[in-house]
């Protein structure tokens, strides 16, 4: 749930049979599933002639998808709609913010649309509102895998939209609805089109990714010649076949995830499990609404490292929760001391409108002191992944490579998902090139990166 501007990728202008056709600016706010919205979006406009801009001069309309996860992420949100509305009459916001419309038209009144999350259809019709579509049947503007706004080797693939949960501190229920899956043949002959196109890596994405196909009690679909359950083991499983890497994101720590370790242990999924614990005092677990057997947790923990030699857990977390007291923090940091997590975000809570855990009636965290647990908690974070990092020195280990230069370059292991984790910085005497796998040798470490030599 990170907050991440991502840019529109570069496309020729083409002159289309009766004229230019009209330019639409994006703005892509929000965390990878935000991002996945954008490129839909982004498939449709260039699948109906549009050219995409990169800035906002000249656009005949510009379109801002929004995060309202945080209000820092609200304000950031606001500020790009401003920018934008500065310089066109013709702004359409969408995205989560979108779904408090009063918040945005009080300080822009004079916006062209604003919709909802999801609501690719109403975004495009406020796009031929502001300029209709260029018709030219014979010009092909649509590679076969869409637009994407990752680099070309590593896509985001998302499996379902909402969430059943409720944890207190989160209005995404509110904002997506409840868990939406999609079909898994749907899902898996994306996936097939994204590897044709040349993806070696598909990031697993949804806002409850071992939920997946509750919501259609894991009924069947047709795929190849098979049926396949949209289930979370049966998907992975089926996901693990196409021969690329396979990383999972935000796992609730249900019981069922157990079952996974052992794809990731037969090497059919990345050995990567990316759950959100948020905290681990079982007092602050039960006012988040969350699982709160956390004794229960660290043997998994335990048992999934023995399965799965090689497993990178990552995990994020949520100080200064209302009522987190000072024993509640040094329990939380007892048991990352004892989880040892390879990698650990954490956020300062903040109280979001709309949130259940704002009326909980418990004491609000002064920001004094949730600037300190953060970092404290942050510290202890850093020298648990300097230690785990530093282990791998004199690994070998496949890494895939994000940036290539003549003899050096940039590129993740196995427990290293783009943009959040740590990089591998390559040495080369041979020219790497983006998208390859390759061995490294791991001669030293820091806090977050490894260094080494390709072999
Ligand atoms: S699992 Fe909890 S935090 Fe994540 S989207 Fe659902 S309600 Fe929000």
């Known amino acids: 749930m990170t907050s991440n501007s991502a840019q529109v990728p570069e496309i020729s202008p083409q002159q289309l049979q009766g004229g230019e056709a009209p330019r639409i600016a994006f703005v892509s706010l929000g965390c990878p599933k935000a991002l996945v919205d954008s490129e839909r979006i982004l498939t449709r406009l260039r699948a109906e002639g549009y050219e995409l801009s990169k800035t906002h001069e000249g656009a005949t309309a510009i379109i801002v998808n929004t995060c309202g996860f945080l209000d820092s992420a609200k304000a950031e949100s606001l500020t790009a709609i401003?920018?934008?509305a500065a310089e066109n009459a013709k702004v359409i916001v969408t995205g989560c913010m979108g779904a408090e419309p009063d918040a945005i038209r009080t300080r822009f009144p004079d916006l062209f649309r604003i919709t909802g999350p999801q609501d690719f259809e109403s975004v495009m019709q406020a796009v031929h509102a502001a300029a209709p579509p260029p018709h030219d049947p014979f010009i092909d503007l649509l590679p076969p895998q869409g637009i994407k706004l990752t680099p070309r080797h590593y896509a985001y693939l998302k499996i379902s939209e909402g969430c059943n949960n409720r944890c207190s501190f989160c209005i995404i229920p509110k904002l997506r609805g409840d868990l939406a899956s999609r079909p898994a043949a749907d899902i898996l002959r994306e996936a097939e089109k994204l590897v044709a196109a040349g993806v070696k890596e598909l990031l697993i994405i949804s806002q409850d990714t071992s939920a997946y196909g509750?919501?259609?009690?894991?009924s069947e679909s047709a795929f190849d010649d098979r049926?396949?359950?949209a289930k979370f083991i049966d998907l992975a499983r089926e996901l693990g076949r196409l021969g690329v890497w396979v990383r999972l994101h935000y796992v609730y720590p249900y019981p069922h995830v157990d079952d996974v370790i052992e794809l990731m242990a037969e090497g059919s999924v990345l050995p990567y499990l990316d759950i959100p614990f948020q905290h681990a005092s079982p007092k602050i677990l039960r006012a988040m609404k969350r699982p709160g057997d956390q004794d229960k947790t660290l043997e998994r923990i335990r048992a999934w490292r023995t399965t799965a030699k090689d497993l990178t857990i990552r995990s994020t977390f949520i100080v200064g929760f209302p009522g987190e007291t000072?024993?509640?923090?040094k329990f939380l940091l007892d048991w990352l001391a004892e989880a040892k997590l390879d990698r650990v975000g954490a956020f300062k809570y903040e109280p979001v409108a709309?949130?259940?855990?704002?009326?909980?009636?418990?004491?609000?965290?002064?920001?004094e002191v949730q600037d300190a647990r953060f970092r404290r908690l942050m510290e202890q974070c850093h020298a648990m992944s300097a230690r785990k990092l530093k282990d791998k020195v004199g690994a070998r280990l496949p890494v895939i490579i994000d940036k290539a230069g003549p003899r050096a370059a940039e590129g993740?292991?196995?427990g290293d998902a783009p943009e959040i984790d740590g990089v591998v910085h390559v040495a080369s005497k041979r020219p790497l090139r983006i998208g390859d796998i390759v061995t490294v040798k791991i001669d030293r470490s820091d806090a977050y990166d490894?260094?080494?030599?390709?072999v």
């Not at 509750?214 to 894991?218: E, K, M, P, T, W």
């Not at 000072?326 to 923090?329: A, L, Q, R």
């Not at 709309?354 to 920001?367: D, H, I, K, R």
């Open 227 to 229: 049926m396949v359950r």
């Open 326 to 329: 000072e024993d509640d923090f």
């Open 412 to 414: 993740r292991s196995k």
């Open 214 to 218: 509750l919501d259609l009690r894991y």
């Open 450 to 454: 490894l260094y080494g030599t390709a």
């Open 354 to 367: 709309g949130a259940a855990a704002n009326s909980l009636g418990f004491e609000p965290v002064p920001p």
């Open 82 to 84: 401003g920018a934008a």
